[in-house]
């Protein structure tokens, strides 16, 4: 069965780190572009980054409210994605989703950045 | 960044009713390789969005055809022929044309 499932969410303090995973199954991990969209309570979607797949560079790109701040990451042999957030603000509430090539998605994980 | 807005952002409709989103694009999303990279999304309540279109009018897989997708250049358009009680929802439209790719604000159907 094709799977993504996150996990590592949770309830940081302003100023804080926290890092989410993503594991996935059920289809080749290493040759997919991998993303990480969220979703504050009662918004809508935002893409926060990406990362190609290894054959294709391997680079990551990120939306400007996260930039030099969040970093993204791939472990092939574990097939895990990662979302590493750090200098977390109260706007970065939000439900967190990975997903591949927007056809995948995994049921999200809620990160809540509160005193 | 391209803003994507949709309408209208609050949809009622009656049972076996037609529907219709629109979506406008700040600038063209005709990419250099000639394709439109135009998706739409659905979100049930409570549930991880799930794709039913690309590439502007091709549905995903296990989309029932009432679900149709048309436009071109910066003007967009989702049409569920008959609407089902299954359909309630929120509705996004997105670009991944350009980084970082942007969705409209959503639309959610009800019904009447």
């Known amino acids: 069965e094709v799977q993504l499932v996150e996990s590592g969410g949770g309830l940081v303090q302003p100023g804080g780190s926290l890092r989410l995973s993503c594991a996935a199954s059920?289809?080749?991990?290493?040759?997919?572009?991998m993303s990480w969209v969220r979703q504050a309570a009662g918004k809508g979607l935002e893409w926060v980054g990406r990362?190609?797949?290894?054959?294709?560079?391997?680079?990551?790109d990120y939306a400007a409210p996260v930039k030099d701040r969040f970093i993204i990451s791939r472990n092939d042999s574990k097939n895990t994605l990662y979302l590493q957030m750090n200098s977390l603000k109260t706007e970065d509430t939000a439900v967190y989703y990975c997903?591949?090539?927007?056809?995948?998605w995994g049921q999200g994980t809620l990160v809540t950045v509160s005193s | 960044d391209v803003v994507m807005t949709q309408s209208p952002l609050s949809l009622p409709v009656t049972l076996g009713q037609p529907a219709s989103i629109s979506c406008r694009s700040s600038?063209?999303?005709?990419?250099?390789?000639?394709?439109?990279?135009l998706n739409w999304f659905q979100q049930r309540p409570g549930k991880s969005p799930r794709r039913l279109i690309y590439?502007?009018?091709k549905r995903d897989s296990g989309v029932p055809d009432r679900f149709s997708g048309s436009g071109s250049g910066t003007d967009f358009t989702l049409k569920i022929s008959r609407v089902e009680a299954e359909d309630v929802g929120l509705y996004y439209c997105?670009?991944?044309?350009?980084?970082?790719?942007?969705f409209g604000q959503g639309t959610r159907l009800e019904i009447k």
């Open positions: 059920g289809f080749t991990f290493n040759n997919a572009w």
């Open positions: 590439g502007v009018s």
């Open positions: 997903t591949t090539g927007a056809t995948i």
């Open positions: 600038q063209s999303l005709v990419d250099s390789d000639g394709n439109t990279y």
């Open positions: 997105m670009q991944a044309t350009h980084w970082p790719y942007t």
């Open positions: 990362i190609k797949s290894k054959t294709d560079g391997g680079t990551t």
